[in-house]
Antibody, heavy 124, light 109 residues
Framework: QVQLQESGPGLVKPSQTLSLTCTVSGGSISSGSYYWSWIRQPAGKGLEWIGRIYTSGSTNYNPSLKSRVTISVDTSKNQFSLKLSSVTAADTAVYYC????????????????WGQGTLVTVSS | EIVLTQSPGTLSLSPGERATLSCRASQSVRSTYLAWYQQKPGQAPRLLIYDASSRAAGIPDRFSGSGSGTDFTLTISRLEPEDFAVYYCQQYGSSPPVTFGPGTKVDIK
């Protein structure tokens, strides 16, 4: 059973960089043709896809966040990470990591495993 | 980018009743690449339905999905107490970005 667990600071100051890591257990992050994604959800609101990475290092980002987002992978640690720069209060949200199960190479896919989520608050 | 709309925003029903949730896409969804997720307070979303009508592993058969093109439906045949939650649709099989619908909240009447 694949499990994902987010970790990182729960409080980030405005203008700084938010950094989160997702640790994958129960399977190798390098096995299979999966994408590894970040999704966020402000309190009381819907889901926003941030971006994803393939184990080759290939990435796709949401155009609305692209200029501020970097997603990377460390296959030796079975982890992938999110960096979001120049944060503001609007970036306060629960951040989820998830496995994306593709049906077509390169296309968007469905999410079959999710982390429990971690709340990140942007405040001075 | 395909935009998804869901209706109604909130559905107030009693246990044992039938719930019908709608998801409409701004353009035709490739094949039947439409998924439904359930989210309970404080929890991550859980995959319920994929390919518009296939139940994910462990999902009870009171959950069913249907539809194609631009119109999709999630039906819960008889609501159980644990089914009161928010439901999101998501299309896939297209170029990024991933998009989700805004959600339908099913609450207890």
């Amino acid at each position: 059973q694949v499990q994902l667990q987010e970790s990182g600071p729960g409080l980030v100051k405005p203008s700084q960089t938010l950094s989160l890591t997702c640790t994958v257990s129960g399977g190798s992050i390098s096995s299979g043709s999966y994408y590894w994604s970040w999704i966020r959800q402000p309190a009381g609101k819907g889901l926003e896809w941030i971006g994803r990475i393939y184990t080759s290092g290939s990435t796709n980002y949401n155009p609305s966040l692209k200029s501020r987002v970097t997603i990377s992978v460390d296959t030796s640690k079975n982890q992938f990470s999110l960096k979001l720069s120049s944060v503001t209060a609007a970036d306060t949200a629960v951040y989820y990591c998830a496995r994306e199960f593709p049906v077509i190479v390169g296309a968007t896919a469905l999410f079959d495993y999710w982390g429990q989520g971690t709340l990140v608050t942007v405040s001075s | 980018e395909i935009v998804l709309t869901q209706s109604p925003g909130t559905l107030s029903l009693s246990p044992g009743e039938r719930a019908t949730l709608s998801c409409r896409a701004s353009q035709s969804v490739r094949s039947t690449y439409l998924a439904w997720y359930q989210q309970k307070p404080g929890q991550a979303p859980r995959l319920l339905i994929y390919d518009a009508s296939s139940r994910a592993a462990g999902i009870p058969d009171r959950f069913s999905g249907s539809g194609s093109g631009t119109d999709f439906t999630l039906t819960i045949s008889r609501l159980e107490p644990e089914d009161f939650a928010v439901y999101y649709c998501q299309q896939y099989g297209s170029s990024p970005p991933v998009t989700f619908g805004p959600g339908t909240k099913v609450d207890i009447k």
